[in-house]
């Protein structure tokens, strides 16, 4: 995979003392290489490879200490704004109803990802409607209703009619409900045509979305990027959704297709569940992208599925700044709870993708965690500040583990704290009326 291959490449670098330009250059052939390999756009590997090299050739790195890890700065830095470089957030319409609309080709996802974005509105506090316009077959209709069910979100249906009555009829229906959001589920085709796309500016012109969303399979690759590309030029997207992130090994559409139709990544599917949506985050999946995992997303995730007391214990402690190590260690139990476990080790940094193949080694580095944090003193867990290198080496002996394994916890732990103090403001900013998305 891309990543594997990138962390070889750079694993040479870092090594390094001082980098020539021919070492440089070297570097950037074989990133450029598993660039294409991994089905990135020819032309944004060209233009990413080109600013890449101009900036790791410059003084910024020749001079440096560490020349490897800043040209890794440097390549991490530049996919994240290949990707968007920030979140893309939801639009929202200011007065009356926000209508979504979700486009895309037969299989990609819409109907899933329309369960799936409803499920986080109504998190965030909104009340969304679903409305079935894939008329084309009654099953597609009966997805819909079957994910509403299991959600507990309401599901606009009208049989077999014209899906611009449809979602017309969705939006008085909305009012009457009381219903501030709309996410229409449209019909897909197997490919691109005219009477596909015809339908869809109908609907659009009809009900006026605040976005259009393409649902896209990230499987497909470069096929992904073209889909995304005819559909903007007929449609004028608002955003895209990357579906199957789960199973896509290559990251070939996620690092290209914004570069090539100007759209953002709104949210990634990660999964068949319908708790498997994401906002999608360039910073985050630059570092998966570079192997450097991803514990941002995780501790999002544990502390979303951390119940309400916990929650407030939590909230309790970072007021008065005592979350301290046996916390951290209360929360890596939690965070074993949450989904499957290779999908929550992925973004474990330190973890290679190649762990995740026998997971019997997945445990072991939890235990390790644990082991390190239970040789640690009540006073140094309470106070991990006063950990300094002799307790440091102390504890590493004791645990069985290296220094730099009791750094890169410690570092995770204050990661964990910020992000956990990030949350709980948001937290209190949500209370406020203010909304996520
Ligand atoms: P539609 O034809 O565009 O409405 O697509 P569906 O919503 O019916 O989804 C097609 C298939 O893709 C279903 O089997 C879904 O479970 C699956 N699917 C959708 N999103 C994801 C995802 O993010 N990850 C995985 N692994 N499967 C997904
Ligand atoms: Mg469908």
């Not at 670098?13 to 440089?24: C, F, H």
């Not at 959001?181 to 009809?206: F, P, W, Y």
């Not at 990634?268 to 999946?285: A, Q, T």
Request: net charge positive; aromatic share 4%; glycine share 8%.
């Amino acid at each position: 995979a891309l990543t594997q291959k990138l962390n070889d490449i750079f694993k040479k670098l870092k090594g390094k003392g001082k980098l020539t330009e021919a070492d440089v250059k070297q570097a950037m052939r074989e990133v450029k290489l598993a660039l294409l390999e991994a089905d990135v756009n020819f032309k944004v590997v060209k233009d990413l490879i080109q600013k890449i090299s101009e900036r790791a050739v410059g003084q910024e790195v020749m001079e440096s200490l560490t020349p490897g890890q800043q040209v890794i700065k440097i390549v991490n830095d530049e996919l994240v704004q290949l990707m968007g470089s920030k979140e893309a957030k939801l639009n929202f319409s200011s007065g009356g109803i926000t209508v979504i609309m979700l486009v895309g080709l037969q299989g990609s996802g819409k109907t899933t990802t329309a369960g799936k974005l409803g499920r986080l509105l109504s998190k965030s506090g909104k009340k969304p409607l679903l409305t079935a316009a894939d008329i084309y077959r009654p099953a597609a209709i009966k997805q819909l209703q079957v994910v509403g069910e299991k959600l507990d979100l309401p599901v606009f249906t009208m049989g077999q009619q014209d899906p611009v009555n449809i979602a017309r009829a969705s939006v008085e229906y909305a009012h009457k409900h009381n219903n501030d959001v709309i996410i229409i589920d449209t019909a897909g085709r197997l490919h691109i045509d005219e009477e596909l796309m015809d339908e869809l500016s109908r609907i659009k012109q009809a009900v006026n979305p605040s976005e259009i969303l393409l649902v896209v399979d990230s499987m497909t690759g470069q096929d992904a990027v073209n889909v995304a590309e005819e559909f903007n030029k007929r449609l004028a997207l608002t955003g895209l959704i990357l579906t199957k992130l789960d199973g896509d090994t290559r990251g070939g559409a996620a690092l290209s297709v914004k570069a090539v139709t100007g759209c953002p990544i709104k949210f990634v599917g990660m999964g068949e569940k319908l708790e498997n949506l994401e906002p999608f985050y360039p910073e985050r999946m630059a570092s998966r992208i570079l192997g450097m995992g991803d514990v941002l997303t995780l501790i999002e995730k544990a502390t979303q599925s951390f119940d309400l007391k916990k929650a407030q214990e939590l909230e309790q402690k970072l007021k008065t700044q005592s979350f301290d190590l046996n916390d951290f260690l209360e929360q890596l139990s939690q965070v074993k709870k949450i989904g499957s476990l290779d999908q929550i080790l992925s973004m474990i940094p330190g973890f290679s993708p190649q762990k995740l193949q026998g997971l019997e080694l997945d445990e072991k580095e939890l235990v390790h965690v644990e082991a390190i944090i239970n040789s640690m003193t009540p006073e140094e867990r309470k106070n991990p500040s006063i950990i300094n290198g002799s307790r440091r080496k102390r504890i590493a002996a004791g645990s069985g583990t290296s220094i730099q394994d009791v750094n890169r916890l410690l570092k995770q732990y204050e990661q964990t704290r910020k992000m956990i103090k990030q949350m709980t403001d948001m937290e209190k900013g949500r209370k406020k009326g203010k909304h996520r998305f």
